[in-house]
């Protein structure tokens, strides 16, 4: 990218520009409630549908049908629409030679953590990652708080080399 060139000791990056968290982020991170209200509504016509159950519990689940599918549907999609808010306040960038990372939309959480001493940058995908054509970057330095700050979530396959590779740029202009 343009930005990995030298960086002054001040300079601020703003590294979701140059390496975007995908627009699957949401999905991958819902698709578990998506299953889950699969299932519920599958079970839940199963139910109205079954010969055992007597005529008016029937009746009435069948009544009741409309209002659990539009429940559901509305907490499924205040879900997506809480998780997408949450992709759009993530910030990841660099500080001089920090990598800051800020996550949380009410209450913020802010990690900073210096370049320097990074001993591990890699890639990691999970099957569910793998199935959903995403990666996470991880960032490890020998402070505990590293696990907890320096994960990017949810990037392209291909944005995650990029940013991967423009750390490994800035390590290397601090180290020589």
């Known amino acids: ?11 601020v990056v703003d590294l979701r ?14 698709i578990g409630w998506l299953v889950f209200f699969c299932s519920l509504i599958s079970a839940y016509l199963a139910l109205c549908l079954s010969s055992y159950v007597p005529g008016d519990i029937s009746r009435a689940l069948w009544i009741l049908q409309p209002y659990v599918f539009k429940v559901s ?7 997506l629409i809480l998780t997408e808010l949450y992709r759009l306040t993530l910030y ?19 990690g900073s953590l210096p370049l320097l001493p990074i001993t591990e940058i ?3 995908r999970s099957w ?23 994960r990017i979530e949810c990037l392209a396959p291909r944005v995650a080399e ?7 740029d800035i390590l290397t202009t601090q180290v020589f």
């Open 92 to 110: 990841y960038g660099t500080e001089g030679f920090r990598l800051v990372v800020s996550r949380g939309i009410i209450l913020k959480q802010r």
């Open 128 to 150: 569910l990652d793998l199935m959903c054509g995403l990666c996470n970057v991880n960032v490890y330095t020998p402070m505990d708080q590293t696990r907890q700050f320096a």
């Open 73 to 79: 549907g509305a907490i499924l999609l205040f879900k």
């Open 1 to 11: 990218m343009e930005q990995a060139g030298r960086i002054g000791y001040h300079e």
């Open 162 to 168: 990029e940013l991967q590779h423009f750390l490994n």
């Open 17 to 30: 520009e140059s390496f975007p968290i995908s627009w699957k982020y949401s999905f991958r991170k819902n």
């Open 122 to 124: 890699y890639i990691q």
